[in-house]
């Protein structure tokens, strides 16, 4: 059969059959987007479990930071819906607190699919009928495109009144019969006005199939965010401005004054609606779905069991994903409303947990402080503290650690960014969460409170405000636990949380000195790495101490895993004793009980990551620290008198080279820098 133009159905139909053109439904595409490249797949380890990661959620320079269950969750929903179960029929609902990136995951989700759509290998298509003047019956309307963005797959099939004709129409296209198969699988009917308008232009034509081409014009779907094409969103109003007519669409007036015939379906502007935009392989995102009011719930639930739009009897088939959010309060207000049931039982819920993993916090942390150069109010560079980030993702995680008999905050916290935690092992902590995620109070949940990312803006932005980080042009550490206790204070409203959060402050600001201290050592050492250095040195020297090849001068040789170089430390017990007398070891089972555990971490980190240096062990480096900074000083009796009074040359030049390898080597400011010392200075926040 020939092609009258590189439009035509024929030619739509026949890219379709050599692959060059795709026809599926949206679960399909998604599928595609996120399972069609293995490589874009892992296998993790999150909380003592081991789940899956998929990279495609990974790209670009803002992209989801953990979520693992909650993307895992709609992975399996939308690969289910592409083979026909019964996910097809439902929406999925992210439910969980304000700020904890619900509405940030289905905006990332609609992006990376817009981009995925928009690769020509990709592209969706549809229809428009046009020379509609010749017809007559509709004034000054020359074409319609379908309003529901149907694919021109579905057009072929309902081609000819009779199936099999259609049937018949695209195999003499060149399809197989397998090919076949795939095809129908997705069947629908046409839209209401597309198919008593293909009916119209089969009278006039009287069914010749060469003529009725000429009608039909094939045109790529349009890919807008701001449009509200292929992805769409529609935000829960107040209950006097909301209207089914923004999911729907309403009768057009304009169209009225062209149509004759007022049975016409295509009266109707469906585009009016947030559905119908979405309605061709798209994404629906419903965001606060349950403060709807009710005549709207319904219509949510109508679309999601039929996936039709349904206006006075004329139906419109859909082929959405629809994805909602709702905050844990609406929800439970709306559970209580027990009449409203049906659509729950149409929605596959996800409860959306905080992030808990520090170290992915301080990504997040980092997208709350921008990624443009900070100035101060006169136009001048904004310097950032580098412990700012640390001090106020600890203390922004800690929030969101739940009380539990087994674990300490600062033990749980460890643990759920896959850290050492003393001799608390990951088996604790999924204990710990599967008796949590036992209790039907959601909010009750591993994770589901917390600060969340709102306040952490807040924070920023508070800080932000102080006349000290104005004054002295930088965002300083020490400052960022007075701006989170003035939103704790403000914007927390339950009193029990509130003093949580408190608590769970003083915790933060002893990590934020533990930090400080490493900051210290590494100055006075003029090293960046010093510290590491002597906390390796220790981890080296107790699994050297019982070696067979060590010699009488106490020299051990052995192979460094990090460089592979041989290398040779020698023994010093002294250096071993005081470490482990500061970590409270007294008696000799004590020791040995801890070098054990630390040989074995040194065992099975070094197998996964052999640049693993026990930085994440906060105990074991504030002790090595401790040693360091208050026995191997000279002419001092310490390096916090030395550092406070200076009123002798000597330890002026102290302070003076401190500062300067502060600001030269270690990222700080000449005001942070002199904060930080002021700050070690003192026995604020000590433990």
């Known amino acids: 059969m020939a092609t009258k133009s590189n439009n035509a159905l024929e030619l739509h139909v026949q890219s379709v059959i050599k692959g060059n053109r795709k026809f599926e439904n949206v679960f399909q ?82 992006k990376i699919y817009r981009d995925f759509i928009s690769l020509e290998a990709n592209r969706r298509f ?61 069947y629908r009917p046409l839209g209401a006005c597309t198919d008593y308008m293909l009916t119209e232009i089969k009278d006039f034509c009287q069914g010749d199939i060469e003529k009725i081409m000429d009608f039909i014009e094939i045109i790529p779907i349009p890919i807008s965010e701001t449009r509200g094409t292929l992805t769409g969103k529609y935000a829960a109003k107040d209950k006097i401005t909301s209207s089914a007519v923004d999911l729907l669409g309403e009768e057009s007036i304009t169209r009225l004054l062209h149509i004759t015939d007022t049975n016409n379906p295509y009266r109707f502007d469906l585009r009016r609606g947030a559905l119908a ?32 739009i349904d206006l006075e009897g004329y139906k419109w088939p859909l082929d959405t994903l629809i994805i909602a959010t709702s905050n844990n309060a609406e929800f439970s207000r709306f559970q209580d409303e027990r009449e409203e049931a049906p659509i729950i039982d149409r929605c596959r819920l996800s409860y959306m947990s905080h992030n808990t993993d520090y170290n992915l916090q301080q990504v997040l942390t980092d997208y709350a402080i921008g990624s443009n150069e900070k100035t101060v109010f006169t136009g001048r560079k904004l310097h950032i503290d580098p ?47 599967d008796d949590l995620n036992r209790d039907p109070d959601i909010t009750k949940r591993f994770g589901q409170k917390g600060l969340g990312h709102r306040n952490l803006g807040r924070t920023l932005q508070v800080l932000l405000e102080k006349s000290e980080t104005q004054e002295g042009e930088c965002m300083y550490a020490g400052d960022v636990f007075v701006a989170l206790e003035n939103v704790i204070l403000d914007y927390v409203q339950d009193s029990n949380d509130r003093i949580k959060y408190l608590e769970d402050l003083k915790i933060a600001k002893s990590l934020h000195r533990k930090n400080v201290m490493k900051t210290i050592f590494n100055a006075y050492m003029d090293e960046p790495e010093a510290i590491e250095k002597d906390v390796l040195s220790y981890v080296n020297m107790i699994i050297g101490i019982d070696a067979k090849n060590i010699g009488a001068d106490k020299i051990w040789t052995y192979k460094d895993p990090q460089t592979g170089k041989i290398h040779a430390i020698k023994i010093d017990e002294t250096y ?64 916090v008198g030395a550092l406070s009074n200076r009123t002798n040359d000597e330890n002026q030049k102290l302070y003076s080279r401190m500062i300067n390898t502060m600001t030269e080597k270690l990222g700080y400011c000449k005001t942070c820098a002199t904060k930080t010392i002021e700050y070690f200075c003192t026995q604020d926040d000590a433990g």
């Open 29 to 110: 595409s998604l599928t595609r987007m996120i399972l069609g490249n293995p490589e874009m797949i892992s296998k993790i380890n999150v909380n003592g479990k081991s789940t899956y990661d998929f990279k495609v959620f990974r790209q670009g320079k803002r992209h989801l930071v953990g979520m693992y269950d909650e993307i895992n969750s709609f992975v399996s929903f939308v690969k289910d819906a592409s083979e026909g179960g019964s996910s097809k029929e439902m929406a999925f609902v992210l439910i969980g607190e304000p700020g904890n990136g619900k509405t940030y995951f289905v905006d990332y989700l609609n």
């Open 126 to 186: 549809t229809f428009r009928f046009t020379n509609l003047d010749k017809l007559g019956n509709y004034g000054k309307i020359s074409y319609a495109e379908s309003q529901t963005y149907e694919d021109p797959m579905v057009l072929a099939m309902n081609l000819f009144d009779n199936p099999n004709d259609s049937l018949k129409f695209i195999s003499k296209l060149g399809a197989k019969d397998r090919q076949l198969d795939q095809i129908y699988k997705n």
């Open 277 to 308: 935009r979405v309605a061709g392989g798209g994404i629906h995102f419903a965001d606060e779905v349950f403060k709807n009011k009710k005549d709207l719930i319904q219509i949510y639930l109508g679309v999601i069991q039929n996936r039709t």
């Open 387 to 433: 412990n700012l980030n640390y001090a106020v993702s600890t203390a922004i995680a800690l929030s969101r650690m739940p009380k539990s008999d087994k674990l300490n905050p600062i033990e749980m916290m460890k643990l759920a960014a896959g850290e050492v935690a003393g001799e608390k092992s990951i088996k604790t902590l999924a204990e710990v969460i």
């Open 576 to 639: 071993i004793d005081s470490v482990e007398s500061r970590l409270g070891l007294k008696t000799n089972e004590q020791k040995q009980s801890f070098r054990t555990t630390i040989s074995k971490i040194y065992g099975q980190k070094m197998m996964q990551d052999s640049n693993y240096n026990f930085m994440d062990n906060n105990d074991l480096v504030k002790a090595v620290t401790d040693v360091r900074l208050k026995s191997d000083i000279a002419g001092a009796g310490s390096l």
